[in-house]
């Protein structure tokens, strides 16, 4: 019943900026945890940025802090991702993931993805040179 669409990836050059987002349908929870992550070309899939619904205030890995921005539409069905000042380290396929049982980013960096029992199919963000 829980759905999760990513859009908004895209090509871009440095420096420029892209708006993800994360639609979602299905919840039927008070409380819910989503994040993003994305996975490079040969590398491991690694955690983004983290919202809660009783805490909006976002977390975000440091290779993104300052330059990214996690938040929720007013309905809250929908997470966005502010990416700007884009760099070529910041091509992936970006994939939002949602925690509706143990709804917390306190874990979201590490490499355990268990938490995330929903997940998007992703979208690709290509930053070139």
């Known amino acids: 019943e829980v759905q999760l669409v990513e859009s908004g990836g895209g090509l871009v050059q440095v420096g420029e900026s892209l708006r993800l987002s994360c639609a979602t349908s299905?919840?039927?929870?008070?409380?819910?945890?989503v994040a993003w992550f994305r996975q490079a070309p040969g590398k491991e899939r690694e955690g983004v940025s983290c919202?809660?619904?009783?805490?909006?205030?976002?977390y975000y890995a440091d290779s993104v802090k300052g330059r990214f921005n996690i938040s929720s539409g007013n309905a809250k069905s929908t997470v966005y991702l502010q990416m700007n000042s884009l760099k070529p380290e910041d091509t992936a396929v970006y994939y939002c993931?949602?925690?509706?049982?143990?709804?917390?980013?306190?874990?979201?960096?590490?490499?355990?993805?268990?938490?995330?029992?929903?997940w998007g199919k992703g979208t690709l963000v290509t930053v070139t040179s």
């Open positions: 993931a949602a925690d509706l049982i143990y709804p917390s980013c306190t874990y979201f960096l590490e490499p355990d993805f268990g938490q995330w029992e929903h």
């Open positions: 299905g919840f039927t929870f008070v409380d819910y945890a």
């Open positions: 919202i809660t619904s009783s805490d909006t205030s976002g």
